[in-house]
């Protein structure tokens, strides 16, 4: 099996071989589950969780393979295996074997795997062998429906949206795991960029679309067009402090796939700069 991309979300990142993708997904940092498929076909289910007390290994290998086992009547524990942070399980049925795995990572995150179509126990342990995971006080890679990105610490994905032609994603900065966020960043790739600029520049569109209370200045850093925003606070109390509401807007297009990419961020501290990391080869100045 060959390894050809991965994704990357919550903190962990995992392998994908040669046509797969991620299907779906559920959660959020502290605990959630996606689905890896191949075309049509579902391959495995994939669940995280964080805590800082040590799993028992054994009882959650068997509570996922229990749990493998409803799915596919019949089907029965062969054989199971442990090595120090990670353990193996073999469950038979008539139309063949799914293997469980659990491991977990020193700075606190638990992964179960359950392949849900027959699949070969090798298969399985690169897969497990090839993922990483970070601390909540760690950057984080992001690779997601065409994103790729790395963000500092304490930043949590609140939503994402994933429609043909579009994908949207929110994620919400809580230093020091605080209740309250105090940055806002949402992350856009939209399809067929020519024909959403038209005859516009990419700074041109992007200050199109602010807000009419909204004071900027825009410039440029190559391919990339931004615009940083001002606007009066949204209440009377923000207003007679003299406190304003600011947004920096990061812009560029994906050349060889026609995608614009908009990044926006929003909060009271120094903004985040351009994150998103693409080959100059991919990138066009509009």
């Known amino acids: ?3 050809v991309t991965a994704i ?11 046509g797969w993708e991620l299907a779906a997904t559920w959660g959020n940092w502290r605990a959630g589950r996606l689905v890896l498929a191949d075309g049509l076909r579902a391959r495995i289910h994939l669940s995280w969780a964080r805590s800082t007390r040590t799993p028992d290994l054994a009882a959650t ?17 062969w054989d199971q295996r442990f090595e120090s942070d990670r353990g193996f399980a073999t469950w038979r049925a008539h139309d063949g074997d799914r293997h469980v795995a659990v491991r977990r990572f020193a700075c606190g995150v638990s992964l179960v795997w359950q392949q849900v179509h027959p699949g070969g126990e090798r298969e399985l342990e690169t897969l497990v062998d090839a993922t990483t995971a970070v601390a ?8 997601l429906y065409g994103l790729d990105l790395e963000l500092p610490p304490w930043w949590r994905l609140e939503g994402i949206q994933h429609v043909a032609g579009l994908v949207r994603a929110l994620w919400c900065r809580y230093p020091d795991d605080r209740v309250r966020p105090d940055q806002l960043l949402v992350v856009r790739r939209m399809a067929c960029a020519h024909v959403l600029l038209g005859e516009r520049t990419l700074d041109a569109w992007l200050r199109a679309h602010l807000r009419r209370s909204e004071v900027a200045t825009s410039g440029r850093d190559g391919v990339v067009a931004m615009v940083d925003a001002t606007a009066p606070g949204p209440t009377w109390w923000r207003r007679l402090r003299r406190q304003h509401d600011r947004r920096r807007l990061h812009a560029w297009i994906e050349d060889e796939t026609d995608r614009l990419v908009i990044q926006e961020w929003k909060g009271s501290t ?17």
């Open 1 to 3: 099996m060959t390894l």
């Open 8 to 18: 990357a979300l919550h903190g962990f990142a995992h392998p994908l071989p040669a």
């Open 61 to 77: 290998l068997a509570r996922a393979g229990r749990k493998l086992a409803r799915a596919h009547p019949g089907a029965g524990m």
């Open 136 to 143: 909540n006080d760690q950057a984080a890679p992001w690779r």
């Open 270 to 286: 120094d903004p985040l700069p351009c994150l998103l990391r693409l080959p100059a080869a991919a990138l066009r100045v509009a």
